[in-house]
């Protein structure tokens, strides 16, 4: 089994906007929306984010990129 890919800036911002919907889909009583949709308006967000908000983010893939290096090292992407 081939280990997972570190994080990218992206997939981190995703998957806290992600989290940040479904508390407020929960709490309004909202229906789930499909991940298709999901990710057309977090990608929207992503693009008219404020630059600082977006370096925060590409500083945390960094981290876990190098989490990543110490766990997995030696590890190659693959597809």
Do not use: C, T
Not at 24 to 49: D, F, I, R, T, Y
Not at 58 to 76: F, I, N, S, T
């Amino acid at each position: 089994m081939n280990p997972p890919r570190p994080p990218n800036a992206w997939i981190l911002y995703r998957s806290d906007k992600l989290k940040q919907m479904m508390q407020s889909q929960l709490q309004h009583g909202h229906p789930k929306k499909p991940q298709s949709s999901v990710s057309k308006e977090v990608a929207a967000m992503w693009k008219a984010e404020d630059p600082g908000v977006r370096g925060e983010y590409e500083r945390l893939a960094d981290v876990k990129k190098a989490e990543h290096a110490e766990q997995y090292p030696g590890y190659k992407f693959q597809p």
